[in-house]
């Protein structure tokens, strides 16, 4: 027999995050190395939790009016160069092809980085007129950046995402477009499916999108107190419009360009998903999500006590799939405890355990994984009324329990002294809050001074003004700080 208690006790302490986060990822089967520095083998179990998450962002895409398609992985690098501040941005992250079929090409290809040069191209050629607007497209693929460090889901060479590009007649509408997406789409999927309570805001001038207007964005505290940029939405102005020709003769006669937008959201939410809600024993998967949102734990000594187990474990699976429960039975040749600690590892929402007295008694004991010690025991006809309850108790506990943490991490501060102190102690690294003056310069030394960067302008705000929390003059942006993966 294994030993049962060995998943846990081979797990890091959370004191150090890192190697904590590392052990979770391999431990729980949601991925692997590749033999490709910086790249991830995903694993079923880890692609099955990127699918579910796939599946309800997609849901929120579609309802906003938006339709899938696919563009080319490779992009002329010509097409880079065409928007100078763009390529400046990506340009250390660039993978290049410069050879194929044995021959040398006339023009290298770059791996996309990310798409808005390809499909500009593309817009340039289906835009003629304003009746062929808005073009609301976007699409799932995979993109490659050259990072020089890399951790799963976080920050790897080649990973999974979305990104929408859109293109509209006037700047009012491709702002609305902006914010639609980052409230509607994004804000929504994050409470509603991760339980992650984000904070939605600007990005300031430095940390904004190479190529935008302006770039919003979702930041969420990891578990270590640190910020995770969880996903962007992009008004483009009419940059790439210009550069990529993409006009459109409006309702006046008059060619006019247009105005773009772009915003993206990747695997590296699993990576959040994990230091939000993850404790001591491993994964805690937010039940919308989970591969697995209920598992049945059979629990027999004698042969004969095996039959009244498994005729009810067939019964509870039966009822909890018929009320859209994923639920599983582990069968495997292993001890009670074992399994309790392996599923736990893998953050499964809820156990349920079924025991030949359960089996004559006709019930059945569920214990969720926001508590595991808190057991409670329900009759078989009430599994599949109290199971889907219990799930949405857990994902409630899940936010309440991120939010709580994020507000016991987040900090006004009074002097800039205190401010460094904060980020200088793990034991209460987290959010702070204050006035900006909205000078870049002030923004770069306290970024060289202390490591963290304006996370966002937050939407939602204090009225009025104040001392900058660096240099001490009157400022009006009213800015998150904090330092980040």
């Not at 040398?104 to 593309?122: A, D, F």
Request: hydrophobic content about 40%; glycine content about 8%.
């Amino acid at each position: 027999m294994a030993d049962e208690s060995k998943f846990v006790e081979d797990l890091a302490e959370k004191d150090d995050f890192a190697q904590w986060y590392l052990d979770v990822v391999y431990k729980a089967g949601l991925a692997d190395e590749s033999p490709v520095r910086g790249c991830m083998t995903i694993k079923p179990y880890g692609y099955a939790l990127w699918e579910h998450m796939q599946r309800a962002m997609d849901d929120r895409i579609k309802a906003t009016g938006h339709e899938n398609a696919y563009f080319p992985l490779f992009i002329p690098s010509s097409f880079l160069a065409r928007e100078a501040e763009h390529i400046e941005g990506f340009a250390p992250e660039v993978a290049v092809v410069t050879h194929a079929g044995g021959e040398e090409l006339t023009e290298p290809l770059i791996v996309r980085p990310t798409s808005e040069t390809v499909i500009g191209h593309m817009y340039a050629k289906w835009v003629q007129s304003y009746r062929d607007l808005p073009l609301l497209y976007n699409q799932w693929c995979n993109v490659v950046r050259w990072e020089k460090r890399t951790r799963p889901f976080l920050r790897t060479t080649e990973f999974l995402w979305q990104e929408g590009h859109t293109v509209h007649r006037t700047e009012d509408e491709a702002e609305a477009e902006t914010l639609l997406i980052l409230n509607d789409v994004y804000y929504d999927f994050f409470v509603k499916e991760l339980a992650i309570p984000g904070i939605r805001g600007l990005k300031s001038e430095s940390q904004k999108f190479p190529g935008a207007l302006r770039t919003y964005t979702v930041e969420a505290m990891m578990g270590d107190g640190k910020a995770l940029q969880s996903a962007t939405s992009h008004n483009l102005g009419q940059n790439f419009a210009r550069s990529f020709d993409i006009q459109f003769q409006d309702a006046d006669g008059q060619v006019k360009t247009a105005w773009t937008t772009s915003w993206g959201a990747s695997t590296r939410m699993v990576g959040g998903l994990i230091m939000v809600h993850g404790d001591s024993a491993g994964l805690r998967m937010p039940p919308r999500v989970a591969p697995i949102q209920a598992i049945v734990v059979p629990i027999w000594r004698k042969e004969a006590e095996r039959e009244a187990v498994a005729a009810l474990v067939a019964e509870v699976e039966a009822a909890l799939k018929a009320v859209g429960v994923r639920v599983k039975a582990d069968w495997r040749e292993e001890r009670p405890g074992f399994k309790y600690n392996d599923w736990e590892l893998r953050g499964v929402p809820i156990r349920i355990e079924i025991g030949p007295r359960d089996a004559q008694n006709g019930q059945v004991v569920l214990v969720p994984r926001t508590s595991r010690t808190a057991k409670e025991t329900v009759s078989k006809d009430g599994v599949a009324r109290r199971v889907p309850e219990m799930l949405q108790e857990v994902h409630q506990a899940l936010y309440d329990q991120a939010l709580a943490f994020r507000q016991s991490r987040t900090y006004q501060v009074q002097s800039y002294e205190e401010f460094q102190e904060i980020l200088a102690d793990k034991a209460r690294l987290g959010f702070i809050e204050g006035w900006w003056c909205g000078d870049a310069q002030c923004e770069a030394e306290v970024k060289a001074e202390t490591q963290a960067t304006i996370r966002c302008l937050p939407l939602e705000r204090p009225d009025g003004s104040g001392p900058c929390i660096h240099c001490g003059k009157t400022g009006s942006a009213w800015a998150v700080f904090a330092k980040a993966y």
